[in-house]
């Protein structure tokens, strides 16, 4: 029990960078994080052992995203969820570096939401195809489909701002 703890707790930095992905708002991304570690925590005794947290924990957060997004049904504007600054980067960043970080984050927040989620979770957090479609509950061809459509979305507002 004591491991799996461990193990749910290795796991924060990839569920907050995950949850800042889908909120954009640290405050907001925080509550989720802290709301799936709580469900989790609840139900620890139900988990198996040996089986990494990583996957359950994706989906536990992400069922609760998108119970939020039901409950209040408002969407939100990319600008007001901008963080202050980007700290998902370990070394410190070249000027450079920091803006084209920050192009990318403006961009993959005006990409559609269920497309947003599939990029990240394959692209960012290193899940693989059929991991990232069990934590979305949505088939394998459904998300090879959000996420190449994600890819080119992304590609697209991104050729259209280095134009301006």
């Not at 052992?49 to 609760?64: A, V």
């Amino acid at each position: 029990m004591a491991s799996l703890r461990q193990a749910i707790i290795e796991e924060i930095p990839r569920l907050r960078r995950y949850a800042r992905s889908l909120l954009r708002d640290r405050d907001a991304a925080d509550d989720l994080v802290r709301d799936c570690l709580e469900k989790a925590l609840s139900r620890i005794e139900s988990w198996r052992s040996g089986e990494s947290p990583r996957r359950r924990l994706f989906t536990i957060m992400h069922q609760l995203f998108v119970e939020e997004l039901r409950r209040t049904k408002r969407h939100v504007h990319a600008e007001a969820l901008m963080p202050e600054k980007i700290d998902a980067v370990a070394a410190p960043a070249r000027q450079s570096d920091k803006i084209a970080s920050a192009e990318v984050l403006s961009a993959l927040q005006q990409i559609a939401p269920e497309r947003r989620a599939a990029l990240t979770l394959v692209a960012v957090e290193g899940l693989s195809y059929g991991d990232a479609a069990n934590v979305l509950g949505i088939a394998l061809g459904t998300l090879a489909s959000r996420v190449a459509g994600g890819r080119e979305e992304l590609r697209s507002i991104l050729d259209d701002a280095s134009r301006r």
